[in-house]
């Protein structure tokens, strides 16, 4: 078993950053590989972000890259989403999820709660 609880997330003006955590409990946290999706009003979650269990190979959506950067601790038991130059439509709640980096979100095991971010224009 795998708990996620995120934090970091706020109100924030366009241009701005954040940086999202995501803490994991459990000894096998360095096994999995994670991932952060989003999901604003009305809309289907989608993917944001992934990252190898190492560390060593990440993955984004099309819409984040160059702007935003995962990566983790695994003796933190901590992955982060690193978000500069944010825009209105980043606007979300962002969840981080355990147990693949890829886009499909069926593919992965354990789901956080999810932390708001608000980016105001």
Known sequence: QVQLVESGGGLVQAGG?????????GRTFSSYDMGWFRQAPGKEREFVAGISWSGGSTNYADSVKGRFTISRVNAKNTVYLQMNSLKPEDTAVYYCAAGSMLARASRYEYWGQGTQVTVSS
């Open 17 to 25: 950053s954040l940086r999202l955590s995501c803490a994991a409990s």
